[in-house]
Every structure is written in C-alpha cells, then in structure tokens.
C-alpha cells in the first residue's frame, strides 16, 4: 500500500484548506484510514479515522470543523479544513492500517500545513 499526501500550504486564520491522500496498491487490505499530524516539538496525534464500514472519529480540537471523507472510486481520502487556527498548524500524514494478527501501518510523506497571518 503506498499513500501520497498533497494540498498543504499556507493560509490565514479562519480560512481553509482541503487535503487530498491518493492511495495504491493492496486497496482491498485496508480496514482504517486515517489524518494525523505532528506540529513542532510536538508528538504525532490523531486528527480523523474512517474505519471500513464505520463512522469516522475526530480529535476533540478538530470537530465540527474538519471533516474527513473517502472516495473508494478513485482511491483518495480527503480532510476538508475549514476555520483553521494557527494550532492547527502541523505536517499532515494520511495512515492506512491493515487489522490482523499483525496489525501494519502505511503512512504517507505529510504535507505542511501552515496557519498563520
């Protein structure tokens, strides 16, 4: 599974931003998707999952004003950001992850996400 992160960028405060996550390979083998990200001196936390056949779970300091969605006919996930904060600034990293008696994560290459004015 190979997962290629696009759309980060600069933007101001209040403003938004959509990220994008093309996903190739063994599409079949994934049971969660997932949005992280890892801001400066910071640990990488969980911003969205999307669970196979599931509801989608969001961090607290991001609900209500992102939204993480799927498409499963060109094999993209995407974040819609909107009402950004300069907190939300980070690199952002999509995650796919394959349950079983190994549980193995695919991680994508971030892409910086800067919320400043």
């Known amino acids: 599974v190979q997962l290629q992160a696009s759309g980060g960028g600069l933007v101001q405060p209040g403003g938004s931003l959509r990220l994008s996550c093309a996903v190739s390979?063994?599409?079949?083998?994934?049971?969660?998707m997932g949005w992280y990200r890892q801001a400066p001196g910071k640990q990488r936390e969980l911003v969205a999952i999307?669970?196979?056949?599931?509801?989608?779970n969001y961090a607290d300091s991001v609900k209500g004003r992102f939204t993480a969605s799927r498409d499963n006919a060109k094999n993209t996930m995407y974040l819609q950001m909107n009402s950004l904060k300069p907190e939300d600034t980070a690199v952002y990293y999509c995650?796919?992850?394959?349950?079983?008696?190994?549980?193995?994560?695919?991680w994508g290459q971030g892409t910086q996400v800067t919320v400043s004015s």
């Open positions: 995650n796919a992850k394959r349950i079983g008696p190994t549980t193995v994560y695919y």
């Open positions: 390979g063994e599409i079949f083998s994934i049971d969660v």
């Open positions: 999307i669970p196979r056949g599931g509801s989608t």
